[in-house]
Nanobody, 127 residues
Framework: QVQLVESGGGLVQAGDSLRLSCAAS????????MGWFRQVPGKQREFVAA????????YYADSVKGRFTISRDNAKNTVFLQMNSLKPEDTAVYYC????????????????????WGQGTQVTVSS
């Protein structure tokens, strides 16, 4: 069983960058597809980005395309979310998610597509 722990959140100003990390325990990390979601109070958790187990396929929400980059290092059991040109509307708790198996691109934004979740890390962007 893989367990996920996010880190790297914080308080930044608009236009700044942050890199989130999601460290996974367990020896089968490389077989998991990974995603990042975010949630603000009172709203549904929303899809941000996803990456296939090999890293060859990557998907992004329109709201972050061109600003955020998802990547992974299977040797270090870690997935990253590089966030550039941050905006106040990016403020949220960011969650890492894992799917045991391949990505189905028509379902990547569904919460129930993922088997495991981390505890979240807060990102706050001030204007």
């Amino acid at each position: 069983q893989v367990q996920l722990v996010e880190s790297g959140g914080g308080l930044v100003q608009a236009g700044d960058s942050l890199r989130l990390s999601c460290a996974a325990s367990g020896r089968t990390f490389s077989s998991y597809s990974m995603g990042w979601f975010r949630q603000v109070p009172g709203k549904q958790r929303e899809f941000v980005a996803a990456i296939s187990w090999s890293g060859d396929s990557r998907y992004y929400a329109d709201s972050v395309k061109g600003r955020f980059t998802i990547s992974r290092d299977n040797a270090k059991n870690t997935v990253f979310l590089q966030m550039n040109s941050l905006k106040p509307e990016d403020t949220a708790v960011y969650y890492c998610a894992a799917r045991d198996g391949g990505l189905r691109n028509y379902r990547i934004g569904r919460l129930d597509e993922y088997d495991l979740w981390g505890q979240g890390t807060q990102v706050t962007v001030s204007s």
